[in-house]
């Protein structure tokens, strides 16, 4: 467990030496502070629009986080030959696997934790209600950020940084569309495509579940067993997916 | 016992296509490496060396043969407690100063952190890196990165040190440092296992020697074993005021003469001849400068050996 810390620690003093985090977070600093302008345009709606910017600059700075830098957690230990001296010492590679996601995991949680802060902040000084809702759109959030890193370290145990960003970026795209597919499954008589879009959705994981910015802004709060539900199901696809990362790392020479 | 067993590895490389050849990288290599010894693995670049070195560390799986490391199979995690390793060319986290660099390696080799903070201040003493301690990586030179890259390896005072090329980057008074730490290491009762290209540090510092070329194993044994049963000894006549080639038994028996205005310059074959030679160059008058016996280097051994497999 202390070499698995070890690792995390060490990722997450990397990510944060690296300056793109910080021209991240500023950019959504600078994207929540315009929704309080872009709000004023408005008239009767400024507070769910400000809630509506201020959580979509938290989401894809978090996303973007996971995929780009989720995708250099191996690849780039493997590229730069790291990977070596690493796996020389006492540590199992399923501790190094599990170590790089923890600190990468540690730094999406701490800048959400930021920018929710700063945005809180926002909404107060600028006068406007804080709803529970808002914490609750967060929370799935940081599920779904972290859900989206699992699959970027898994593509990037056994694939180059391209493909991989490539790969997770149609993950999360398809894994918000997951419903259509269901959708079309429902109306398609052709037995091929009806069975091929239903393996498909339940085969992408539905971050469509994990998304309920839309009622957030709109003060509305979701059913704390749905909550729960949506949590778990976030966790649990993550942890399938890091056991097939560590698996593929395994057996992969280096 | 031994530290390293190698017996009849061979690693193949299967293509991605159907249409791509398999490359074979090591075939049927057998070693062994005595505690306590300095082994230098002797090669051309792409001899195999690294892939055998990579082997050890688990880091690649051999497609046949044995691989036992400090008496278990190579790859096993509860032995590299006891190893160290310093790949080619390192390249390390550029971020981290030199003290945090080793404290992250200190920790993953399950060092405490007081034994940590004990350690680093001794091995940056004895890599010549004290002033380099709060300096982060990326402002270090190629040598430097190679020193901080032997502190790493050290760390936890292993048993066992696996060297890639520790002396390449270094400037010769780098390498006269890592040739005494290297025999400091053999003194402390620690095994060494070093890759290099440089010849004359393998001649002054290993116990033992291996060459490999091509994936094979060409020589195995101490230095003088290799030269002195493979290369035959010379020796080298040189006098003033004759023609070499003017003289009969040194046309007959000399292996190579060169003549600079009056002064010739004789290699011999071997002591056999010497006298025939001597007696023949008093008769015509010759003053002799000196006599030079040449025993086989391990540098001729190397490209003969070489030259032979290519």
């Given at each position: 467990m202390e070499r698995l810390l070890a690792v995390a620690v060490n990722t997450f003093r990397e990510t944060l030496r690296d300056k793109i985090l910080y021209n991240l977070v500023l950019f959504a600093v600078l994207l929540i502070g315009s929704s309080v302008l872009l709000g004023t345009l408005t008239i009767g709606e400024q507070a769910r629009i400000v809630n509506d910017l201020g959580l979509a600059a938290i989401n894809v700075v978090a996303v973007i986080i996971a995929i780009f830098i989720g995708i250099g957690l191996v690849s780039k230990e493997i590229e730069r030959r790291t990977i070596y001296t690493l796996l020389a010492r006492p540590i199992t590679r399923s501790q190094f696997v599990l170590g790089k996601y923890l600190g990468l995991a540690l730094v999406i949680l701490v800048n959400i934790g930021i920018m929710f802060a700063m945005f809180l902040a926002t909404m107060m000084l600028s006068g406007h209600p804080v709803h529970a809702s808002l914490f609750q759109a967060v929370e799935l959030m940081m599920v779904e950020a972290l859900l989206i890193m699992a699959f970027a370290?898994?593509?990037?145990?056994?694939?180059?940084?391209?493909?991989?960003?490539?790969?997770?970026?149609?993950?999360?795209?398809?894994?918000?569309?997951?419903?259509?597919?269901?959708?079309?499954?429902?109306?398609?008589?052709?037995?091929?495509?009806?069975?091929?879009?239903?393996?498909?959705?339940?085969?992408?994981?539905?971050?469509?579940?994990?998304?309920?910015?839309?009622?957030?802004?709109?003060?509305?709060?979701?059913?704390?067993?749905?909550?729960?539900?949506?949590?778990?199901?976030?966790?649990l696809y993550t942890g399938l997916l890091l056991v097939g990362a560590c698996l593929i790392f395994q057996r992969r020479d280096f | 016992m031994n530290a390293i067993t190698i017996e009849r590895v061979t690693k193949v490389y299967?293509?991605?296509?159907?249409?791509?050849?398999?490359?074979?990288?090591?075939?049927?290599?057998?070693l062994s490496v005595a505690k306590g010894e300095i082994f230098g693995f002797l090669g051309h670049n792409g001899a195999g060396?690294?892939?055998?070195?990579?082997?050890?560390?688990?880091?690649?799986?051999?497609?046949?043969?044995?691989?036992?490391?400090?008496?278990?199979?190579?790859?096993?995690?509860?032995?590299?407690?006891?190893?160290?390793?310093?790949?080619?060319?390192?390249?390390?986290?550029?971020?981290?100063?030199?003290?945090?660099?080793?404290?992250?390696?200190?920790?993953?080799?399950?060092?405490?952190?007081?034994?940590?903070?004990?350690?680093?201040?001794?091995?940056?003493?004895?890599?010549?890196?004290?002033?380099?301690?709060?300096?982060?990586?990326?402002?270090?030179?190629?040598?430097?990165?190679?020193?901080?890259?032997?502190?790493?390896?050290?760390i936890q005072d292993p048993a066992l040190v696996v060297l890639?090329?520790?002396?390449?980057?270094?400037?010769?008074?780098?390498?006269?440092?890592?040739?005494?730490?290297?025999?400091?290491?053999r003194e402390q009762g620690k095994t060494v296992f070093f890759s290099t290209h440089i010849l004359s540090d393998v001649e002054m510092i290993c116990d033992r020697v291996g060459i490999l070329a091509k994936g094979k194993m060409l020589a195995l044994g101490t230095v003088e074993e290799l030269v002195d049963g493979q290369l035959a000894e010379s020796i080298e006549v040189v006098?003033?005021?004759?023609?070499?080639?003017?003289?009969?038994?040194?046309?007959?028996?000399?292996?190579?003469?060169?003549?600079?205005?009056?002064?010739?310059?004789?290699?011999?074959?071997?002591?056999?001849?010497?006298?025939?030679?001597?007696?023949?160059?008093?008769?015509?008058?010759?003053?002799?400068?000196?006599?030079?016996?040449?025993?086989?280097?391990?540098?001729?051994?190397?490209?003969?050996?070489?030259?032979?497999?290519?």
């Open positions: 370290l898994l593509f990037s145990t056994f694939t180059s940084s391209v493909l991989s960003a490539t790969l997770t970026l149609g993950i999360y795209v398809i894994g918000h569309l997951t419903s259509d597919l269901k959708t079309i499954a429902e109306k398609n008589a052709s037995g091929v495509i009806k069975s091929l879009t239903t393996t498909l959705y339940y085969a992408f994981p539905n971050l469509e579940t994990l998304n309920i910015k839309g009622q957030s802004a709109a003060g509305i709060s979701v059913d704390l067993g749905f909550q729960v539900i949506a949590t778990i199901y976030g966790l | 299967e293509p991605l296509w159907p249409w791509h050849r398999a490359s074979t990288v090591l075939s049927d290599v057998s060396k690294t892939t055998t070195m990579k082997i050890l560390l688990g880091l690649l799986r051999p497609t046949s043969g044995k691989v036992d490391v400090l008496g278990a199979p190579a790859g096993d995690v509860a032995t590299h407690s006891q190893l160290g390793y310093l790949p080619e060319a390192p390249y390390f986290y550029d971020y981290l100063t030199a003290e945090e660099f080793l404290e992250f390696y200190g920790k993953l080799a399950g060092m405490s952190r007081d034994a940590i903070q004990c350690r680093i201040p001794i091995l940056l003493k004895q890599v010549g890196l004290q002033e380099a301690q709060d300096r982060q990586l990326r402002k270090f030179s190629k040598g430097m990165l190679q020193r901080i890259g032997l502190a790493q390896a050290l890639d090329e520790p002396m390449s980057g270094l400037d010769p008074m780098g390498r006269k440092e890592v040739r005494d730490l290297i025999i400091n290491l006098c003033d005021g004759v023609i070499g080639t003017q003289i009969e038994p040194v046309r007959r028996l000399a292996l190579r003469t060169l003549q600079s205005g009056a002064r010739c310059l004789m290699v011999l074959p071997g002591h056999e001849c010497l006298d025939e030679i001597l007696e023949a160059l008093r008769r015509a008058g010759a003053r002799l400068v000196s006599i030079i016996p040449h025993k086989g280097s391990l540098e001729e051994l190397f490209v003969h050996k070489s030259h032979g497999e290519g």
